[in-house]
Each structure stands twice: as structure tokens, then as C-alpha cells.
């Protein structure tokens, strides 16, 4: 209890001095992050509305595996990452090992599974309901998913957050392809491990709190962008 204590007081006191470090830091998780997500949000959104509304040979078993790759392990997806981006893999030329951009990369991978099958779902219902109209309106594939996705984007925005709630707490995969390099790489979670096997228990849970009064005020934001919470939405 004294540590819960003490880490609320650390965590009040570095936000309210506004610690250099801290906010380079929180900015940093923050790019990364919301970097991924755009990213993983303008594949997998797409991608779920594509397979609502197609009919192919393997369409199921495609399905299957894009619920399946839900679960990939983070430290698997920083490893394959890692090795391809190594002086020795194929895109080792282009020195994005130990950067935020391989950071992003690993991200990206792990989340735009979450995305897509999620929007799958949503889209899905919503075809069921709009194929009989957009059939007869003849419209085309693309026309069809730039409809079901425009009505079920609040839907989406569910989905897209899901993916944030995945990144934002991440630590295996960044690590590894990251490096935790103080003032390049260093992000909450990663900062979180340092200081957890250090000993500094108290700044670990202080930078605990933050991270989750991070995710809070970033849903909240987007919340109250997109006009969520008016009309009894929620």
C-alpha cells in the first residue's frame, strides 16, 4: 500500500513539474502509437469491409486466420522484425533497426489483425442489411465499401481504439526492435521495464499511472471529437 502511495505521489509530482524527460518520453509513445494505429487503421479497415462484402474460394479460411493472427505473440512479431531489419536482412540498407520507425513497424504487424477482424464483424451486420439496396443500385465493389464503412464508422472507431489499447501498452516487440535507447527509443512501457528491474518500484508505478491517464485522455479525446457521447450514443 505505501508503494501505491508513494508511486501516485512520484507519478503527481513529475506531472505537475512538468519533468523534461517525462513529457519527451510520453510525446514519444504517443508518435509511435497513434502512428500505428493510423497506419494499421487504413489497412485493416478496408481490409474488413473487403471481406464482408467479397465472396472467394478461401474467404473462410482467410477469415479464420485473420482471427487467428489476433493473438500473434509480441516478442515473435519484434524477433522476424528485427531480423529483417538487421545489417544482415533484406532491409538492413535502410538502418531502421533501434528507431521509432521500427517501432512503428512492429506495431503496425501486431495491430492491424485486431483492426481488420474486428471491422469484419462490424461490416458484416451491416451488409446483411445494405446488400439487397447497393445490389440493385449496381454499384460497385469500391462504392460498396465506401458506404459500409462511412455508416459503420463509429463502429470502426471501436475497432481502431482497440488497436491503440493493444499499442499503447506494448513492450516485447518494441523492446526488441526498439532497443530502449534513452532520448531515441525510449517509451512508457519500455521505460516502465527499466525502472521495474532497477528496483525503483515507486517511478515504475508512477509511470504506470500515466500511461493509464494517457490512454484514458487519448479515448476520451477521440470521444469527444467525434461527437460519440451526444444523443445518447453510448
Known amino acids: 500500500m505505501n508503494e501505491l502511495l508513494e508511486g501516485l505521489s512520484t507519478a ?20 509511435v502509437t497513434l502512428s500505428a494505429v493510423l497506419i494499421a487503421s487504413l489497412i485493416g479497415l478496408p481490409l474488413g469491409a473487403w471481406l464482408a462484402v467479397n465472396r472467394f474460394r478461401f474467404r473462410r479460411a482467410t477469415i479464420i486466420m485473420l482471427n487467428a493472427l489476433m493473438g500473434l505473440p ?46 469484419h464483424q462490424a461490416i458484416r451486420e451491416l451488409w446483411a442489411d445494405y446488400h439487397d439496396l447497393l445490389i440493385s443500385l ?59 528491474s532497477k528496483g525503483d518500484f515507486a517511478l515504475a508505478l508512477a509511470l504506470g499511472l500515466i500511461l493509464i491517464a494517457l490512454a484514458v485522455a487519448v479515448n476520451l479525446a477521440i470521444h469527444l471529437v467525434s461527437g460519440t457521447e451526444r444523443g445518447g450514443r453510448w
Do not use: C
Request: glycine residues 8%.
Open 12 to 31: 503527481l509530482r513529475l506531472v505537475f513539474s512538468a519533468d523534461r524527460e517525462l513529457l519527451e518520453i510520453t510525446a514519444r509513445s504517443l508518435q
Open 138 to 196: 449496381n454499384t460497385s465493389k469500391w462504392q460498396r465499401i465506401k458506404t459500409l464503412i462511412f455508416d459503420a464508422r463509429r463502429s470502426l472507431l471501436t475497432a481502431s481504439l482497440a488497436g491503440f489499447g493493444r499499442a499503447i501498452g506494448e513492450v516485447g516487440a518494441i523492446m526488441i526492435v526498439g532497443g530502449n535507447i534513452d532520448h531515441v527509443t525510449r517509451v512508457l512501457t519500455t521505460a516502465i521495464a527499466l525502472e521495474t
Open 74 to 119: 509480441p516478442v515473435v512479431v519484434g524477433l522476424i522484425v528485427y531480423i529483417l531489419l538487421s545489417r544482415s536482412g533484406p532491409f538492413g540498407v535502410f538502418g531502421l533497426l533501434f528507431t521509432p520507425t521500427a517501432m512503428i513497424i512492429a506495431q503496425v504487424i501486431i495491430i492491424t489483425p485486431i483492426i481488420a477482424s474486428i471491422a
